[in-house]
């Protein structure tokens, strides 16, 4: 049950919403659509889904072409963030009823309702109806019901959002493992690289209605192909600083240079683009090598157990995610730290040259 995209596309009044996209999902695996809002992710499900007609291209499911075919006429199972029920019927029947349309027999649907309705939590609430449910309860009915469905394609758009942090952890591991033993595809949108790193799987980076990446999940992370999925696949996004190569030094401003060793030995004399990560940005020097520079402190978010500083380098807008809690002044300079096996170098066409040397020794 293979899901092939061929040159799809979407546009909606005379505005492209997904650029011409070629991608192949296979059976049994977790896809898993990462980006920022209105980056496209719902629009391309919508494709999948048959909810909307591409513009151009092909869509193929098991090697039958079914571009024009009804969403009603394919195996598909959709959840959004924004929760589905049927107000009249009990969760116990909002569970069942994808069953009964498939002509189940009464045991075969028991079982089914009352397995998904354990996973979710819901077994001393089957009684009820929903609007008798809180928000999270709701979508965990709306989920429930995907699960008993036995669909080929299953697609969850943000689902978890509205629930609590320990069931979103619960079912971020659950809910592929209950997918991929029934062969079927699993395609899951997120604005979150944290949960697209915790579901694992393959990753599809978008950006602004294309695909940038896809490929398995912690190799996107680590080997981005270019600084837009660098900067897609990072929370806060990734920092960048123009670097200069002369000399057999890499130039980073400030009076900062390191050895261009390794792969970066092969850079060209010329412009380029570092690129670092938030949580690699540190307050406190831990090591021989690792350059210094100093910024404008503009703000402070304290989480708990780390600290974001937002800085100001020279007009670049840098953000710092510093483990522990730290009381810092505003608006004054601070020396923050930076180690060069966690730099990335892009080129001056944004495609990447050279991965940080700690993402090839993962």
Request: aromatic share 6%; glycine share 10%; charged share 20%.
């Amino acid at each position: 049950m293979t899901l092939r995209l061929e040159g799809v596309s979407k546009v909606v009044g005379g505005q492209t919403h997904i650029h011409p996209t070629d991608l192949t999902l296979e059976p049994g695996t977790m896809n898993v659509l990462l980006g920022p809002t209105l980056s496209g992710k719902t629009s391309l499900m919508r494709l999948m889904a048959g909810l909307d007609v591409p513009a151009t291209g092909k869509i193929w499911w098991n090697g039958e072409d079914v571009t024009g075919m009804r969403v009603q006429d394919r195996g598909v199972a959709m959840v959004y963030q924004q929760f589905i029920n049927y107000p009249s019927m009990t969760v116990y029947e909002n569970i069942a009823s994808p069953m009964r349309l498939l002509g189940k027999t009464g045991p075969e649907i028991d079982a089914a309702v009352r397995k998904a309705a354990d996973l979710m939590q819901l077994g001393a609430m089957l009684d009820r109806k929903p609007l008798e449910l809180s928000g999270g309860q709701q979508q965990r009915c709306a989920l429930a019901r995907a699960l008993v469905k036995d669909a080929g394609l299953v697609l969850l758009d943000e689902p978890l959002a509205n629930l609590d942090y320990k069931l979103r952890e619960e079912l971020r591991i659950e809910i592929p493992k209950i997918f991929e033993e029934a062969g079927s595809i699993f395609v899951y949108a997120t604005t979150e690289p944290e949960e697209a790193l915790l579901l694992g799987g393959k990753v599809a980076t978008l950006w602004e209605g294309r695909i940038t990446q896809f490929g398995p999940t912690p190799e996107v992370y680590r080997q981005p192909v270019d600084a837009t999925t660098a900067r897609v696949f990072s929370d806060p996004p990734m920092n960048f600083l123009p670097i200069t190569k002369s000399d057999g030094r890499l130039n980073f401003g400030d009076g900062q240079s390191v050895a261009a060793a390794g792969r970066l030995a092969d850079l060209p004399d010329g412009r380029f683009t570092a690129g670092f990560r938030p949580n690699h940005l540190e307050i406190a020097r831990h090591s021989d090598d690792a350059m210094t520079f100093t910024a404008t402190l503009s703000v402070t978010e304290i989480t708990g157990s780390e600290t974001f500083v937002h800085l100001d380098h020279h007009g670049e807008r840098w953000v710092g995610l510093i483990h522990g809690v730290h009381a810092l002044d505003l608006g004054r300079p601070i020396e923050v730290h930076l180690d060069p096996s966690h730099v990335y170098i892009f080129g001056e066409d944004g495609r990447l040259f050279a991965p940080a040397s700690y993402a090839l020794a993962a």
